[in-house]
């Protein structure tokens, strides 16, 4: 296989355009089938396509939608079709109205069912196709190709294609902690005080300098008792030990005074 894909957004659809229909009554449809369905959504206004060739005598180019017939015009519910680069002939291999959907923590299956029936191969059931869309944050869809045709068997045989998009991805957790976002609380709480506050003292009290502050004189008295707190708590001798030094006093230099003034008394 030599395959050759590519992809183009649509203009705008008619507005008639059918979508999936998961096998089964309405009722019995899921909500998780509901959800995954609405997950593929911005992929349903894209065409992808893949060309196939085998060696010299067999080409094939797959045009493939998401939830939206390939050739509207044509009501055939084709959602994954065909097409033989030598003849022209086309073939649905999956239709719409007979999708089935799941998923897993990384990855979306899609299946069409109700293809075109094989001839000779696969006891002439009809074809289906299976399409693994599998998570790549930050492109939308990309990468569409076939893997391969499985048509040996007796039964259940299928064509199985792959592509990237973010629509697979699981929601990004939270790197954030309880404590980070306890401190981004409190840091915001603290952001919209002051600047509250600041603005309410200007612009209605009109109080100017630094009684601008929100609750000036409480946290002026507040920093002095934490200032007298961290000195009665860190002071290391009592209040009452003497010191380890004498200072000059007064009566030192009396005595001081006296004593030098001796030699110059008359002899």
């Known amino acids: 296989l030599f395959p050759v894909s590519s992809l183009h ?30 997950k593929l959504e911005p992929l349903s206004h894209m065409r992808f396509n893949v060309t196939v060739e085998k060696g010299k005598t067999e080409s094939y180019v797959y045009h493939f939608r998401v939830c939206r017939e390939v050739n509207s015009t044509l009501h055939d519910f084709g959602g994954l079709v065909q097409i033989d680069r030598h003849n022209g ?11 089935q959907v799941f998923n897993g923590s990384d990855w979306i299956m899609l299946i069409y069912k109700g293809g075109d029936s094989y001839g000779r191969h696969c006891s002439g059931e009809k074809r289906r196709a299976v399409i693994m869309i599998s998570c790549k944050r930050g492109v939308t869809a990309s990468s569409f190709s076939i893997i391969s045709e499985e048509r040996e068997k007796e039964q259940e045989c299928f064509y199985l294609f792959e592509m990237d998009s973010s629509v697979a991805c699981p929601a990004e957790d939270s790197h954030l902690s309880v404590g980070s976002i306890l401190l981004i609380t409190f840091v915001s709480l603290i952001a919209v005080y002051i600047i509250g506050g600041f603005l309410y003292q200007r612009l209605v009290v009109g109080a100017k300098g630094m009684e601008q502050i929100p609750h000036f004189a409480f946290w002026q008295d507040l920093g002095n008792l934490v200032a007298d707190g961290c000195d009665f708590v860190c002071r290391s001798k009592p209040r009452n030990a003497p010191a380890a030094y004498r200072g000059v006093g007064d009566d030192q230099l009396g005595e001081e005074s006296e004593e030098r003034d001796d030699h110059l008394l008359p002899m």
């Not at 002939?89 to 999708?99: Q, S």
Request: some cysteine.
């Open 89 to 99: 002939k086309t073939t649905v291999i999956g239709r719409i109205n007979e999708t």
């Open 9 to 38: 957004e649509t203009g705008a659809e008619q507005s008639e355009e059918r979508s999936c229909d998961v096998i089964g009554d309405e009722s019995s449809e899921s909500q998780m089938e509901r959800a995954l369905l609405k």
